[in-house]
């Protein structure tokens, strides 16, 4: 249980990071995300990485307190 909360709290922890990593994108000069948009596609990266670490943290935290309420 105590596994299950620490991967609960590490993937909060990278999702937390990526979502101020995206707020902060505008903060860069324009040329310089143009230039990586066009290589890494950057921005789009970033916006489809939150959506999936925010989905699988959502998932966790549910499992971590169905078996926390249930005593499972």
């Given at each position: ?68 309420i249930f005593d499972l």
């Amino acid at each position: 249980m105590s596994q299950l909360l620490f991967i609960c709290i590490a993937i909060t922890a990278l999702d937390i990071f990526l979502i101020i990593y995206a707020l902060t994108i505008p903060l860069y000069p324009k040329k310089w995300r143009k230039e990586v948009n066009k290589k890494y596609k950057n921005e789009t990266a970033t916006g489809v990485t939150i959506i999936f670490v925010t989905m699988a943290a959502c998932f966790l935290w549910v499992i971590y307190f169905y078996f926390l309420i249930f005593d499972l």
